[in-house]
């Protein structure tokens, strides 16, 4: 089966650098990879994903980066601010109503004020 | 995005007693509905696969008996924690797929029992 790669486990910034946390997968076969931000005590929410026939994928501060070749898919956050403080999880799916998507292990980031 | 919704937020019970949770999604019908269950600094450890109409398929080791899984509708999924006792105290928390696997989640269900 899948297995997805995440890190690092705990990435520590200053407010206003930029955080990368990156994932890598097994199957070659899958082509969608969600990023999600979990704030303590809520649900994981979607904040990010790249479909494999697109290389890269921004929005605002955020950005994802897929690397099919090596099989790794980056997040990309830019002028980081406290409120980015959460818990990040990659996964890796491929498409049609059978596949179950594989999550990473999750990265805790901190940013400082 | 689509909304789910998970009801309740937060539940105390008693050992022994069975509890009830619901996943709702708002504004979308969802064929398929994932169970989770997540510890402390832990990641999303995946309990069930629910698909409307037909039986759940659990992950192994996950006990069926005692998580009752059903998805009677095109919006709902309920998961039911039966004969609870402490160590299934947990966050667990439902996610609908929409389409191309894009997957939604709820905002969890704390489960604590004394």
């Known amino acids: 089966g899948e297995n997805v790669e995440q890190h690092p486990s705990t990435l520590s910034v200053q407010e206003g650098d930029s955080a990368v946390i990156k994932c890598t997968y097994s199957d070659s076969a899958s082509n969608y990879f969600p990023w999600y931000k979990q704030e303590l005590g809520k649900g994981p929410q979607l904040i990010i994903d790249i479909r494999s026939n697109v290389g890269e994928k921004k929005d605002q501060r955020i950005a994802v980066t897929l690397n099919k070749t090596a099989k790794h898919f980056s997040l990309h956050i830019t002028e980081t601010q406290p409120e980015d403080s959460a818990v990040y999880f990659c996964?890796?799916?491929?498409?049609?109503?059978?596949?179950?998507?594989?999550f990473g292990r999750g990265t805790s980031l901190i940013v400082h004020p | 995005g689509a909304v789910v919704s998970q009801h309740p937020s937060w539940v105390i019970c008693k050992s022994g007693t069975s509890v009830k949770i619901e996943c709702r999604s708002l504004d979308f019908q969802a064929t398929t509905m994932f169970w989770y269950r997540q510890f402390p600094k832990q990641s999303l450890m995946l309990m069930a696969t629910s698909n409307e109409g037909s039986k759940a398929t659990y992950e192994q080791g996950v006990e069926k008996d005692k998580f009752l899984i059903n998805h009677a509708s095109l919006t709902l999924s309920t998961l039911t924690v039966t004969s609870a006792h402490p160590e299934d105290s947990s966050f667990y928390i439902c996610s609908a797929r929409v389409s191309y696997n894009e997957q939604f989640f709820g905002p969890g269900t704390r489960l604590t029992v004394l």
């Open positions: 996964a890796s799916s491929r498409s049609g109503g059978s596949y179950i998507p594989t």
